[in-house]
């Protein structure tokens, strides 16, 4: 099993800035993907970061793109998320999730290739 715990979530201005920080421990994560997804109200969880956990490699939502970064420490066992130039519209609760095992990149926005969750954090941006 995996345990994911998030934090860094809060209210904020457009155009701010916040961090999220999600901590793994339980179960070897080292082929693992790790994914940010959010979760806003009225609407379906969807993908907006993710990260293979032995490489450099990541991926970002289009909606995303230039404005949200994800990184990892691979000696804490965290996935960061910094997002920067915040609009109202990415208010939502943002899940941490990882993978059992290797995600083919076709597949990593697919929230079904993510075994654990964690319990989510807010994110509100106001006008």
């Known amino acids: 099993q995996v345990q994911l715990v998030e934090s860094g979530g809060g209210l904020v201005q457009a155009g701010g800035s916040l961090r999220l920080s999600c901590a793994a421990s339980g179960r070897t994560l080292s082929s693992s993907a790790m994914g940010w997804f959010r979760e806003a109200p009225g609407k379906s969880r969807e993908f907006v970061a993710a990260?293979?956990?032995?490489?450099?490699?990541?991926y970002n939502a289009d909606s995303v793109k230039g404005r949200f970064t994800i990184s990892k420490d691979n000696a804490k066992n965290t996935v960061f998320l910094q997002m920067n130039s915040l609009k109202p519209e990415d208010t939502a609760v943002y899940y941490c999730?990882?993978?059992?095992?290797?995600?083919?990149?076709?597949?990593?926005?697919?929230?079904?290739?993510?075994?654990?969750w964690g319990q989510g954090t807010q994110v509100t941006v106001s006008s």
């Open positions: 990260i293979i956990w032995n490489s450099d490699n990541t």
């Open positions: 999730a990882a993978s059992r095992g290797p995600v083919s990149r076709l597949v990593l926005a697919d929230r079904r290739q993510y075994n654990f």
